[in-house]
């Protein structure tokens, strides 16, 4: 069973089904929140219009490149 929700998040259509992004592949993250609990990142797929928030700890998992390559894209000067 899938809860579904769906949130206007910087302009942007964010559809959440319960952390799951199946077999989607990953574009890119567009940007990250931790507003409702834990960490959660904004993810566009390959071929899909609308992002969806994805939990870090699913994101992680399934897609890890593209969570590195975010935070690398970050203007931050890491120590």
Known sequence: MYLRSSKKV????????NSKP???????????????????????FKGIDEAELIPAKEANKKFPQIVIDYYSSLPIEWV
Request: aromatic letters at 6%; zero cysteines; charged letters at 25%.
């Open 10 to 17: 910087g302009g942007l259509n964010a559809e959440h089904e």
């Open 22 to 44: 199946n077999n989607k592949e990953a574009e890119k993250i567009l940007g990250v929140t931790d507003f409702s609990g834990p960490l959660t990142f904004l993810v566009k």
